[in-house]
């Protein structure tokens, strides 16, 4: 008796099943065809590239050098993770500053320029890849 409920049960599962096998499967596209890889190769240089921009767009922004009426940033040297150096123009006196999360402390406080905010804004892209490369300047 129990095995005549046991397949009684069962009865609706394998006629689904028998449905199943007799209809036609659409066809999957090959996952290595031309068409596939193109498709993968152009999703990984959009995702690539995407990666690369934004990258670049943070260090334009965290690297910007901000001014306001009569002040300029010269320059900045991270010190730690959180920690820099920024050399601040105001007029023609030159600060140093040690900036922190929630602090600002003054380091030194310079009444003659000590650097050039002239040549620190026209220096050339190739100039400052040599002096970090450690190759020195143009000759």
Known sequence: MRSLLV???????????AEEAATPRAELPD?????SLL???LGLLLVV???????????????????GQGMKVLAALPLGQRERAVLVQVGQEQILLGVSPGRVS?????ETPVVDSEAVRGAAFADRLHQVLGRGGPE
């Open 7 to 17: 397949m009684l049960a069962l009865l609706p599962v394998t006629a689904s099943a």
């Open 31 to 35: 996952p290595l065809s031309w068409g």
């Open 49 to 67: 590239g995407l990666i690369l921009l934004l990258g670049w767009l943070v260090r334009r922004v965290n690297g910007a050098t901000a001014s």
């Open 39 to 41: 498709q993968l190769a």
């Open 106 to 110: 003054l380091l030194m406080h310079f």
